[in-house]
């Protein structure tokens, strides 16, 4: 089964985010993990398609979008267009979310839903053939650093089981709290990606977690 690090550069700094994206080029990381904010789903804003553009230009590994936005369906161009690989809407904020997932894919890019904490995993039972990737968040989005939510390894065992009756091979991402104790955890509940923010930019060598999230 596959074993993905996405580093979030949520936590990244800002005021030398070229040097930390290519710190993940030179990494084992898979993907850089985005967490755009727009303030009214999630009560924060953080950054949105200009940094993609730019990130994009020196990036080398796939940018992996996370939209905690209202309104998707009116970025989904915008983003794919700056270089999005993969992109996730949250289905808490998509009133037609088949439509949104078709849209996505419109773009030849692939397409992600998140779910939040308290959102169960049998709402994807009619849509999980159409995914890629589904993101189960493991905090209350908005914010890094936040204390992961137990509940979550029994929902990646839920997704887990779902998947494999559907017969895809749609990735499993986990995006909050991830640490080498959760990591390890969520990667044996049958996850493919860790995102993790804090616990790699907070390291004394970000590269050197990365690579340890890897080999949980
Ligand atoms: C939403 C964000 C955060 C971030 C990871 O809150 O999606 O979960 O990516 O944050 P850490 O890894 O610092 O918990
Ligand atoms: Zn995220």
């Known amino acids: 089964m596959k074993r993905l690090v996405a580093p979030s550069i949520l936590s990244a700094d800002f005021n030398y985010l070229g040097k930390d994206i290519e710190m993940i080029n030179q990494s084992e990381a898979d993907y850089i993990h985005f967490d755009v904010m727009d303030?009214?789903?999630?009560?924060?804003?953080?950054?949105?398609?200009?940094?993609?553009?730019?990130?994009?230009?020196?990036?080398?590994?796939?940018?992996?979008?996370?939209?905690?936005?209202?309104?998707?369906?009116?970025?989904?161009?915008?983003?794919?267009?700056?270089?999005?690989?993969?992109?996730?809407?949250?289905?808490?904020?998509?009133?037609?979310?088949?439509?949104?997932?078709?849209?996505?894919?419109?773009?030849?890019?692939?397409?992600?839903?998140?779910?939040?904490?308290?959102?169960?995993?049998?709402?994807?039972?009619?849509?999980?053939?159409?995914?890629?990737?589904?993101?189960?968040?493991?905090?209350?989005?908005?914010?890094?650093?936040?204390?992961?939510i137990e509940n979550t390894y029994k929902k990646v065992r839920q997704l887990r089981g779902m998947i494999d009756v559907a017969g895809t091979e749609c990735l499993i991402e986990v995006d909050g709290g991830v640490n080498y104790k959760t990591g390890k955890r969520l990667f044996e509940a049958g996850a493919n990606v860790l995102v993790a923010g804090s616990f790699v930019f907070g390291a004394e060598n970000p590269s050197e977690v990365i690579s340890g999230l890897k080999q949980l």
Do not use: W
């Open 39 to 148: 303030g009214v789903f999630v009560p924060n804003i953080s950054f949105g398609v200009p940094v993609i553009k730019h990130v994009k230009k020196i990036a080398r590994k796939p940018l992996d979008v996370h939209l905690m936005i209202v309104n998707p369906d009116h970025f989904i161009e915008p983003f794919a267009e700056a270089g999005a690989s993969i992109l996730t809407v949250h289905y808490e904020a998509c009133t037609h979310l088949n439509r949104t997932v078709q849209l996505i894919k419109s773009f030849g890019i692939k397409a992600s839903v998140c779910l939040n904490p308290h959102t169960p995993v049998a709402a994807l039972e009619d849509i999980i053939h159409d995914l890629d990737m589904v993101l189960l968040m493991s905090v209350n989005p908005g914010f890094g650093g936040q204390k992961f």
